[in-house]
């Protein structure tokens, strides 16, 4: 604000809320946002109406899914751990919001379990070891995407069936990802940019909502896990790490 620029680009829904809060005319581009108009930061998709527009992720959209596709690798683990940030308010709700549906319509049973910093991620895991739940949930977060190296070999040491939203935690030894494509959603976010910048309002700009996903499975940790990866379910994958 106080360097009056013309335009502020803001990642994720955190920092959106936070932009919104301080400024209601100059524009604002988000990037990689689950639900804008649940959390208050558009009116629709067509017509956001006010001073903030870009691209939305739908990461909490497929949260179900992620817990399907966890369900077919691990049909035996019907009681679920789910590790979030509750300091993250409005997008981890959403995701928990979603989980809680999700498996009630799956028949699994969900042990949600906080994590607000980085050093409290071995006892998290530790806690879903010693409660015997062999399948993990991380839903996906800032925190946890900028960790994602420790988390994913921290699933591979607990020997758990570990699903996320974000890649780069199936890269580092999770099982599997799936989830939005944040590397398009975030280049889709420039145009958005360049418009405003020549002229036009946030406001008239529909704000575009991802349609391409990412599921990632990590065929090594499958064998050091002595997990049976189903036909359908890799035929499915846009990645095997092999």
Known sequence: MRLQVDVIVAFVTQATEAARKQTSTIPIVMVGVSDPIGAGLAASLAHPGGNVTGTSSLAAAVVGKQLELLK???PGSTNVAAIFNPTNVTFQAQQVNAAKAASQTLGLKLRFIEVRAASEFKPAFDAVVQEQKGALLILIDPL???????????????????????????????????????????????????????????????????????????????????????????????????
């Open 72 to 74: 077919i690798v691990a």
């Open 144 to 242: 946890f995407i900028a960790n994602s190296k420790m988390l994913g070999e921290l699933s591979v040491q607990s020997r758990l069936i570990t699903m996320t939203g974000y890649r780069t935690f199936a890269t580092a030894g999770a099982l599997m990802s799936y989830g939005p494509n944040y590397f398009e959603t975030y280049k889709a976010a420039a145009p958005y940019v360049d418009k405003i910048l020549k002229g036009e309002k946030p406001a008239d700009l529909p704000i575009n909502q991802s349609s391409n996903f990412e599921f990632v499975v990590n065929l090594k940790t499958a064998k050091t896990l002595g997990v049976e990866i189903p036909p359908s379910v890799l035929g499915f994958a846009s990645e095997v790490i092999e």
